[in-house]
């Protein structure tokens, strides 16, 4: 019998005691034993929960339990959690977590220490929730290069700005329906200023890549300067705005990662990607494009991929499973600065000084009129220098990047 605690009794913490109760047969079956929960630590009471009986506040209880196994890290963050991540494996536990803040500024140190121990760190779970990415990309795809990985990773904006394209709410409107459905982060900041999506970024980058990339390698950029003019305006191009991570490989090594809102063509299947859904696209230079899509957030689904985790480390009892990847610095990541494309600019100026500031573009039309301001699509990949150059002395409202 595989002994399980789980620390932190929040969403995903509950979830993943539903689901290991819940499917207690079949997870026998597939885990080749029974798993037990035993603890769940939070610092709250929970007198009614099925679980009241396994809640402890004290963490040296776990990890003086020499009974304990695996350790399900869904606290959050990079403070606790990380001296109960540190403590669980130093005492030769195994650690899974859906936590991608701890991973995406401490996974290589945390990896590290787990195989010193002989024990495993898994963390399907941090990056598109119910998805499974990380175990294809490691395993599945190990054949490939991988040239470049994006996608749509943070399933509130997602939800936000669907909801803003179909239904024309405003921006907090949408927001209050992601958090009272139990997909935003504590701190909604989190998700619309694109902090979650840049660790997410910073994960797959480091899989795919074999370097760390920290977070604040990342140029990131939300979604809160998107309004309903330029949900229109894309409309009118063929095009809906999402909010994009990006990580591509240079010729020269480097990984040039970032995270900001794109116009992607609806004939892209990224386009079609709504409310909760993430879809993580990987290039690898044997296999060509392949797409992941599914639940990003909710209980449920995160719940699913933590407990898949759960069962690999209990079906391979005593054999790690090594996840591997090289420190990060300085030299393993770039900024934004040479990587060129189209972009979508509106701003307060007449049609004609946008013809003659960016000769070539496309200019855009919307059903109500653009009053004082205008629109287009430059018509020539350029960089993000090469456009500021371009645009100076207009008063630009909004400046998003095409996924050509
Ligand atoms: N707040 C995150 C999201 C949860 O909306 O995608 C899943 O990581």
Same mark, same amino acid.
């Given at each position: 019998m595989v002994n399980v605690a789980i620390l932190g009794f929040g969403t995903v913490g509950s979830g993943v005691a539903e689901v290991l109760t819940g499917h207690e047969s079949s997870i026998e079956r597939k885990a080749d034993g029974l798993i037990r929960l035993k603890y769940i630590l939070d610092v709250r009471d929970f007198p009614d929960s099925p679980f009241a009986d396994r809640f402890v506040k004290d963490f040296a209880v776990i990890e003086n339990d020499p009974e304990v196994d &695996?350790?399900?890290e869904t606290i959050g963050g990079a403070g606790v959690a990380l001296d109960f991540t540190r403590r669980a494996l130093a005492a030769g536990k195994s650690v899974v977590t859906s936590n991608k803040e701890l991973v995406a500024t401490h996974g290589y140190e945390l990896n590290q220490l787990a195989r010193e121990k002989g024990v495993c760190y898994l963390f399907e779970a941090s990056v598109g929730g119910g998805i499974p990415i990380i175990r294809p990309l490691s395993q599945c795809l190990a054949a490939n290069e991988i040239l470049e990985i994006y996608g749509i =990773? +943070?399933? /509130? /904006? +997602?939800?936000i700005l669907t909801r803003?394209?179909?239904? @024309? *709410?405003?921006? !907090?409107a949408a927001l209050a329906e992601a958090q009272e459905k139990g997909y935003a982060e504590r701190d909604p900041s989190a998700d619309v200023d694109g902090h979650d999506a840049c660790r997410k970024i910073c994960i797959l980058a480091a899989i795919a890549f074999g370097r760390h990339i920290y977070p604040e390698q990342v140029p990131t950029q939300g979604i809160a300067g998107v309004t309903l003019a330029d949900v229109d305006y894309a409309e009118s191009a063929g095009k $809906? &705005? $999402? =909010? *994009? @991570?990006r990580a591509i490989r240079r010729e020269d090594g480097k990984v040039c990662a970032y995270v900001a809102p794109h116009l992607v063509d609806q004939a892209n299947p990224l386009a079609g990607v709504e409310d909760v859904f993430n879809a993580i696209s990987v290039r690898g230079d044997a296999i060509g494009d392949v797409m992941f899509y599914g639940r990003g957030a909710g209980k449920l689904p995160t719940a699913s991929a933590v407990v898949a985790d759960v069962i690999d480390v209990a079906r391979n009892m005593g054999h790690r499973k090594a996840l591997s990847w090289e420190? @990060? @610095?300085e030299d393993a990541a770039?900024? /934004? !600065?040479?990587l060129a494309s189209r972009w979508y600019v509106r701003a307060k100026a007449p049609v004609d000084a946008l013809r003659s500031a960016l000769p070539g573009c496309k200019l855009l039309a919307r059903r109500e009129g653009g009053g004082d301001e205008s629109a287009c699509l430059t018509g020539?990949? *350029?960089t993000q220098g090469e456009l500021e150059q371009a645009l100076a002395g207009l008063e630009c409202r909004s400046v998003i990047r095409v996924l050509d």
């Open positions: &695996i350790v399900v =990773l +943070n399933g /509130t /904006t +997602n939800y803003m394209i179909r239904a @024309g *709410l405003s921006f !907090d $809906k &705005i $999402k =909010l *994009l @991570g420190p @990060g @610095g770039c900024g /934004t !600065d040479a020539s990949p *350029l």
